[in-house]
């Protein structure tokens, strides 16, 4: 997969605003991050959780910390980011909704995708054949999958109302096609999107939420 | 300064002792006079000076960081990461290791001899901290008439004196590399340490510190402080799996000589340090350790000892096993760096070797090492 062959990396890339400060949670071996650095000048970190991960980013000249999403964004100071980007990893972290909410506290804006379990060929799976679908996003078996947190486009657009999030843009994401710009309310989106990604911010000034105890980092 | 060079190496390197007329002023208030600083170098000071990297060595280590030491005839501590094609290549750094301030093997002391008595040091030699020991690597680096060093890497107490560096000298250090260290010494590193230094003070031969000049040394003293700290360097799986339960010879003594292998390795250990390390030094440099607590001169705010740092690139390092320094305490350094503003990264090598793994066969840390020298090395300008 070449670094600009992920259609969510060229939607990320339109989002992000030059010169920015962003954090790539779960950021692999660094390929989006170089990119955003390469493209758009940001002042960029990452977290991966593998070493091997870590080294690869390290070899690229990236600033990434080996951790996972559930437990190290308690790492950084709040709001010491412009952007939190989480690509493809919120349905695989123990605790989504804490998760979510950390990277509203530790940036303006958070860039979130995920595999919409909506998606008619997930539904279809479903109904006709009775067993966990296992599609091109879902590729793995129920008993291997890291997909812990499985949830559909309506799924998540509660989940940020709950957390009084603003939905900024949405974005459809399928593989080989462009991103497309969607109305996330709207009823039939959550039968044909793929996958997903949202820009969101508080809907309110204040951080949504504090991890506990670890979100004043100079006391 | 008297500086040897060995025109046969595949890279230059460099040897000396440099001598410091104006006095040191210590943490304690005492001032020391007529400071000397052994060190080593690999390879050359580039023209622009940019290229230079100081290496800070751990407790009983020195500045022979890869070349045979001459007091064990054993290569230098970390030959596996120093030398061309490894992370730490000659042909493009030069590298500086010095002795720290209070040990034995060249720099000043409390082996040395005081120029005001004549006499060796001992226990009139004033303690020394971690603060200290970089204030002398800092004369030494301006000494080779260095500005700002490209990095500043170290591991264990080499990693707190890359840490001390941070918050004392942050315009001096292009990047920096922490390898298994912490940001201040826990009650259970206290606890470890004070075993060695009663150990030795409970030895005749200690002579409350005078036996440089009475002619005799405590060695039994030294070797069991030695023996109870190399436990905290290893780990539990490890002593399992090189040890177990495996006799010396067949069946049981029904004595107290050394049955189990582990306690021949221990006693081996021991006996083997004395030859090579003064059981003042281990007094005066464990007494540094302990007292090292980087956060308390910035009212306990350790964000605030690396508010100099801007966007340093730094490389915090930690081991799965290492209960002496476990990741926790490398975490802590990492937060404080991003609070900081800092460009930290950090790894968790997986390894069952404790501590020590730092020292060991390890390449997923040298795979690490490798590619934040190399990037930070292209931002410097380095080819």
Sequence with gaps: ?219 | MNLSLNPSAAVATGSGVVRFERPLRLDSGASLDSVEIAYETYGELNAAKTNAVLICHALTLDQHVASINPTTGKPGWWDRMVGPGLPLDPERYFIICSNVLGGCMGSTGPSSINPATGQPYGLTFPVITIPDMVRAQAMLVERLGIESLFSVIGGSMGGMQVLQWAADYPERMFSGVCIAAAPRHSAQNIAFHEVGRQAIMADPAWSGGDYARLGSRPQKGLAVARMAAHITYLSEPALQRKFGRELQRDGLSWSFDADFQVESYLRHQGTSFVDRFDANSYLYITRAMDYFDLAAAYGGVLAQAFRGLASTPFFVVSFTSDWLYPTPDSRTIVRALNAAGAKASFVEVESDKGHDAFLLDEPVLDAALHGFLGSAALSRGLA
């Excluded at chain 1, 989002?15 to 962003?22: D, E, H, N, S, T």
């Excluded at chain 1, 919409?116 to 599609?135: D, I, K, S």
């Excluded at chain 1, 109305?183 to 508080?202: M, T, Y």
């Design chain 1, 1 to 219: 997969m070449s670094a600009t062959g992920r259609e969510d990396f060229r939607e990320i890339l339109r989002l992000v605003r030059p010169g920015a400060r962003v954090l790539d949670v779960g950021c692999g071996e660094g390929a989006l991050l170089e990119l955003l650095e390469r493209e758009k000048g940001v002042d960029g970190r990452g977290i991966e959780i593998s070493a091997a991960g870590v080294s690869a980013c390290l070899a690229r000249g990236l600033t990434v910390m080996q951790g996972d999403a559930d437990r190290d964004l308690a790492e950084f100071p709040a709001q010491a980011f412009d952007y939190a980007i989480l690509s493809q990893t919120l349905q695989a972290v123990r605790e989504p909704r804490t998760v979510l909410a950390n990277l509203l506290r530790l940036a303006e804006r958070a860039i979130v995708s995920f595999p919409n379990f909506g998606h008619w060929r997930v539904r279809m799976a479903l109904l006709t054949r009775g067993r966990m679908p296992e599609t091109a996003v879902l590729s793995e078996p129920w008993w291997s999958t890291p997909n812990i947190h499985l949830c559909t486009l309506r799924d998540f657009t509660a989940l940020c109302d709950d957390l009084d999030l603003k939905i900024e843009s949405a974005s459809a994401l399928s593989a080989g096609r462009p991103a497309r710009q969607i109305d996330p309310a709207g009823a039939l989106e959550n039968w044909r999107a793929e996958s997903a990604l949202f820009l969101l911010s508080r809907r309110h000034g204040a951080p949504a939420a504090k991890a506990g105890g670890q979100a004043d980092l100079f006391g």
